[in-house]
């Protein structure tokens, strides 16, 4: 069994900045993707950013410059460094892991961006 915890969430003024951490832990050999997504309220879940086990990374066009997604292998950790954080960002972000082609989520932690 794999679990996957997000920290980090909280509120912030628009412009301020935050950090989300995603922790996985269980019967872990290696984890392939990583991702964060978000979901607002009376919206569907959207990929914000991803980062393959090599590094490689992708991101929603509507954060780019903002956001920067890292992993710690070593940790089975990955980050989600967000800056100029504005009101349209605020959701509950979610983390998801890739093991064995099987995706597992974590429960989320809610950013709210106030004006």
């Known amino acids: 069994q794999v679990q996957v915890v997000e920290s980090g969430g909280g509120l912030v003024q628009a412009g301020g900045s935050l950090r989300l951490s995603c922790a996985c832990s269980?019967?872990?050999?290696?984890?392939?993707?990583m991702g964060w997504y978000r979901q607002a309220p009376g919206k569907e879940r959207e990929l914000v950013a991803d980062?393959?086990?090599?590094?490689?990374?992708n991101y929603l066009d509507s954060v780019k410059g903002r956001v920067t997604i890292s992993r710690d292998n070593a940790k089975n950790t990955a980050y989600l460094q967000m800056i100029s954080l504005k009101p349209e960002d605020t959701a509950v972000y979610y983390c998801?892991?890739?093991?064995?082609?099987?995706?597992?989520w974590g429960q989320g932690t809610q950013v709210t961006v106030s004006p």
């Open positions: 998801k892991a890739v093991l064995n082609r099987n995706d597992y």
């Open positions: 269980g019967r872990i050999f290696s984890i392939n993707t």
């Open positions: 980062i393959t086990a090599g590094g490689l990374t």
